[in-house]
């Protein structure tokens, strides 16, 4: 597509429930990241996935939040079990030579836990 | 740990004048990044900054790096309103490597006043 795709673009779940968060990157870019925004912690990264290697999950804050690339494309963030503190902007990100062009990033998906 | 530092976070401005925002780091790295964003949207990228002593400018805005100094600078120049957003810098985690994750400041919160 012409951009990032984030969807949805906001999701209000109740504690304890589990949410997937989508993105679909622009095509051809093989660099796909998660990134989450919260009042006070600035762009905190997640994971990032590069072509067909293992993704580098450093970023994840706990073992309730995983990720997936399917096909070298399209990207599901999975929240399990949430808390009120998961509550944030969640910002997918994709590249396609970071070192030269940057990012691109979506609109995001705004996620509050009740 | 990389750390990526921006000052000031807030800055008020009057219409006209001249202000600069500083981001320091604190590894190695020859690539820095500049994104802008207004409320309630994502980042859109500004400036990439390749390599020491580069220099872009873009309208009012003008992005410089000096990687000895681990220093980049983002330059206002005569400031109108349409420029108030939160800007972001960032730098990316891989120094040496060909993809990684950015490392990004808190943000400098810019409000420009007639």
């Known amino acids: 597509g012409a951009g990032v795709s984030q969807s949805p673009s906001n999701k209000v779940t109740e504690k304890g429930k589990d949410v997937e968060l989508r993105c679909d990157p622009i095509s051809g870019h093989t660099a796909l990241y998660w990134y989450r925004q919260s009042l006070g912690q600035g762009l905190e990264f997640l994971i990032y996935?590069?072509?067909?290697?293992?993704?580098?999950k450093s970023g994840l804050p706990s073992d309730r939040f995983s990720a997936e690339r399917t096909g070298g494309s399209v990207s599901t963030l999975t929240i399990q079990r949430t808390q009120q503190e998961d509550s944030a902007v969640y910002l997918c990100a994709s590249s396609l030579w970071v070192n030269i062009y940057g990012y691109t990033f979506g609109s995001g998906t705004r996620l509050t836990v009740v | 740990e990389l750390k990526v530092e921006q000052n000031p976070l807030f800055l008020s401005m009057q219409e006209g004048k001249n202000y600069t925002i500083y981001c320091n780091y604190s590894t190695t790295s020859d690539r820095l990044y500049w994104y802008r964003q207004d409320p309630g949207k994502s980042l859109e990228s500004l400036f990439v900054l390749l390599s020491n002593g580069a220099v872009k400018q873009e309208g009012r805005l003008m992005a410089s790096l000096d990687t000895k100094a681990r220093l980049s600078t983002l330059h206002i120049t005569a400031a109108v309103h349409d420029l108030s957003a939160t800007y972001f810098c960032?730098?990316?985690?891989?120094?040496?490597?060909?993809?990684?994750?950015?490392?990004f400041g808190k943000g400098t919160k810019l409000s420009v006043k007639p």
């Open positions: 960032a730098v990316d985690s891989d120094y040496g490597g060909s993809q990684g994750n950015l490392i």
């Open positions: 996935f590069q072509g067909n290697s293992a993704p580098d």
